[in-house]
């Protein structure tokens, strides 16, 4: 079975190259459509053929997207054909609609991976564009329950299309020889130091900056340190004391010491649907808090706390922080939820019997 699974703005790397590792892993021809990833490294290739035909040129990004839309179409039209073509995002909605072709019992199947169901905070068109575009989808794949309920309520979407297939947990930052920031090396980060919480990824409103930094100010003095990792999307409020800021993007080498010496992974998020952090952290087998919304409440191998809580999100940081046996137990539940629930090869299966539905 060939597959083209396409990202063209390479929003997510790390979930691409391991789902397409393991569909590789699993028998099938896989090739990687993208884009050059600008923000650094990537998993290397196993297995599968990696294509960055979009965005090559010099201009913006925009300017180029309706050629090479079209250019891909052109391309994945001439033989060897691919049996399934897999999207995992589209850059322009009110535009890839139209662009993405449409279903045909002739053509390739069709698959979209509803990433964000919907936009957060939508272009004029995008919101129909996108559902428009899951229309001419042959399948839709949601991580969760609550993704497949939100695709049918929300977009429209037939429920004899939508698939529900977990995320899988990201294994590949276990490789990595583990590097500390400069920023956290000054602010005195060692192994005999307080116990830190970690905020790690792209700083968004909807990921709860503030309501972290409004339950540590009630936290008592010394009862751990706070690190926020990741490059700022909007304005930055003011930092409590005891916490750390490292605002960019940081390197594999980073990433993987943070989240490791981390004592605990945290993502009070007010939305979501799922996270790449949550499953760097559980591949890692690292304890973690999450506030329960969206899809954050089906993964068992977590703690957990009500959405906009600051006062609960406080005392459960106390709690964990000064409790090593608590979060023993929760790195204990990351590690086996990796190896099972949230295991590439099983995952890689269920997206292969997807696949082999169309005749």
Not at 185 to 198: H, Q, W
Not at 297 to 317: Q, R, S, T
Request: net charge neutral; hydrophobic share 45%.
């Amino acid at each position: 079975m060939r597959v083209h699974l396409v990202d063209p703005p390479a929003y997510t790397p790390p979930y691409d190259r391991a789902l397409c590792a393991a569909l590789a892993a699993a028998g099938a021809d896989v090739t990687l459509v993208t884009s050059h990833f600008r923000h650094g490294d990537v998993p290397p290739a196993h297995g599968y053929a990696v294509d960055e035909r979009f965005y090559r040129r010099a201009v913006p990004r925009p300017v180029q997207h309706v050629p090479d839309m079209l250019g891909y179409a052109r391309a994945r039209a001439r033989p060897p054909r691919p049996d399934v073509v897999h999207w995992q995002w589209a850059s322009i909605q009110e535009l890839d609609w139209a662009l993405t072709g449409r279903r045909s019992r002739c053509g390739p199947m069709r698959v979209i991976t509803a990433h964000d169901v919907l936009p957060r905070v939508a272009r004029r068109l995008q919101t129909a564009g996108q559902r428009r575009l899951y229309a001419g989808m042959d399948a839709v794949v949601a991580h969760t329950a609550h993704g497949r309920e939100r695709l049918i309520a929300e977009a429209g979407v037939d429920p004899g299309r939508v698939h529900v297939i977990p995320h899988g947990a990201f294994t590949h930052l276990a490789d990595v020889e583990p590097q500390a920031p400069p920023e956290l090396e000054r602010a005195g980060a060692s192994a005999d130091a307080p116990p830190a919480a970690l905020l790690f990824g792209l700083l968004k409103p909807y990921k709860g900056l503030d309501l972290l930094y409004e339950a540590w100010r009630n936290l008592p003095a010394g009862a751990g340190q706070l690190w926020i990792v990741g490059a700022p999307r909007m304005e930055l409020p003011p930092a409590p004391p005891g916490v750390t800021v490292v605002p960019r993007f940081v390197t594999d080498a980073e990433a993987a010491w943070c989240l490791r010496a981390a004592a605990l992974t945290v993502l009070p998020y007010r939305a979501i649907e799922m996270s790449g952090v949550l499953f760097s952290a559980l591949g890692l087998g690292r304890p973690l808090l999450l506030s329960d919304v969206g899809g954050f409440p089906e993964v068992a191998a977590a703690a957990h706390v009500p959405a906009g809580d600051a006062d609960a999100l406080g005392a459960e940081l106390q709690r964990l922080l000064g409790d090593p046996a608590a979060r023993d137990a929760l790195a204990g539940a990351s590690a086996q939820a990796a190896r099972t629930t949230y295991a590439w090869d099983a995952i890689a299966a269920r997206h292969l019997e997807l696949y082999a539905r169309k005749s």
